[in-house]
């Protein structure tokens, strides 16, 4: 069974760093595409950044230049290195996948709060 676990959120000032893992697990399988969706308090879930297999980066306009998504593949980790954070950043974050066991399914983490305040 294939999970995604994410990490590493937490209260920031504004200004701050923070850095989310995602961590797959569940045997053998593999990966299309992963990435970072966040939901603010009253709000949706919207895409903050994608990954896919090929090296492929996007992000959205709003956290361009201040977010990056990178990888560790020996460890099935993907990460969100969040910089200059400001309150509008505030959410929980889940880490998504597109990742193939018997086909191509859909993945999400149970979310990680980030919380940015002075």
């Known amino acids: 069974q294939v999970q995604l676990v994410e990490s590493g959120g937490g209260l920031v000032q504004p200004g701050g760093s923070l850095r989310l893992s995602c961590a797959v697990s569940?045997?053998?399988?593999?990966?299309?595409?992963m990435g970072w969706y966040r939901q603010p308090p009253g709000r949706g879930r919207e895409m903050v950044a994608i990954?896919?297999?090929?090296?492929?980066?996007t992000y959205t306009d709003s956290v361009k230049g201040r977010f990056t998504i990178s990888w560790d593949n020996a460890k099935n980790t993907v990460f969100l290195e969040m910089n200059k954070l400001e309150s509008e950043d505030t959410a929980v974050y889940y880490c998504?996948?597109?990742?193939?066991?018997?086909?191509?399914?859909?993945?999400w983490g149970q979310g990680t709060q980030v919380t940015v305040s002075s």
């Open positions: 990954s896919t297999s090929g090296g492929t980066t």
């Open positions: 998504y996948g597109n990742i193939i066991v018997r086909g191509v399914a859909e993945y």
């Open positions: 569940g045997g053998r399988f593999s990966i299309y595409r």
